[in-house]
């Protein structure tokens, strides 16, 4: 071997041993590439550029499109006399008007009218009497300034919106508040809840049915996410 290339050969080695001596000390880590690029992803994804691309080109049409009667739904349920029906009981009806998410929910997209019964402005909520319906369960509306994170409804409804699309949860979640936000901001915040007690109004929507884990299914009351309220009368 050329005295050159030794030298060079003795210089890298070196080197090496040096940085990783430094390493030793200071206590740094070796992250895989991988792991690194997922950290960068998860921090460049931007859920409001997400839903603004898909808002009003695909979600309020893909719910417009899908949203079946409310009272054409609630006539095909019937909870027994503490408000109640089994899974297996629910199941053909989501089949049949609705989509079951991964996490067994039962989803819809809805529409129709009604008489506002009452409004609870703390919680941003409208009872609703819908036309065509006369059974037990209590129908309410969001109407307020805000709805809850854990309120997916929308997201799910729209059945284009799947986990397996992100990096991680944390994206999925955020895209389903974003959701949210959205709603409140085009939908909610030009109503005057105030006013709505006693008038009638139509919407389209969606809705969840909370599955996972359960034989027995709480039909005593049923939340709708709006996309679009009207007052008719």
Do not use: C
């Not at 890298?12 to 940085?19: D, P």
């Not at 049949?96 to 989803?107: D, P, Q, R, S």
């Not at 300034?145 to 979640?173: C, H, L, M, W």
């Not at 936000?181 to 105030?194: A, S």
């Amino acid at each position: 071997m050329r005295p050159k290339s030794m030298f060079l050969l003795a210089v890298s080695v070196v080197a090496g041993v040096g940085l990783l001596a430094v390493m030793w000390i200071y206590g740094f880590t070796v992250v895989p590439i991988a792991q690194v690029e997922k950290v960068a992803q998860s921090e460049a994804f931007d859920p409001v550029k997400y839903v603004d691309g898909i808002w009003a080109s695909k979600i309020i049409p893909t719910i417009n499109e899908k949203a079946v009667d409310l009272s054409t739904i609630l006539n095909e349920l019937h909870p027994d006399a503490n408000g109640y029906e089994t899974r297996d009981g629910l199941v053909p009806v989501a089949k049949k008007y609705g989509l079951i998410t991964v996490g067994e929910a039962h989803v819809y997209s809805v529409k129709g009218e009604g008489k506002v019964l009452s409004v609870d402005t703390e919680e941003g909520t409208a009872e609703i009497q819908p036309n065509g319906y006369s059974g037990p369960i209590k129908i309410y509306i969001y109407v307020g300034s805000n709805i809850p994170s854990d309120n997916s409804s929308v997201r799910d409804a729209v059945g284009f919106i799947n986990f397996g699309d992100f990096k991680e949860q944390t994206q999925y979640g955020k895209v389903a508040a974003e959701i949210n936000n959205r709603v409140v901001k085009e939908v909610l915040t030009p109503l005057d809840e105030g006013s709505l007690q006693g008038k009638t109004i139509s919407f389209t929507g969606a809705l969840t049915i909370r599955t996972f884990n359960m034989v027995n299914i709480d039909l005593r009351k049923i939340m709708i996410v709006p996309i679009k309220i009207e007052v008719v009368g």
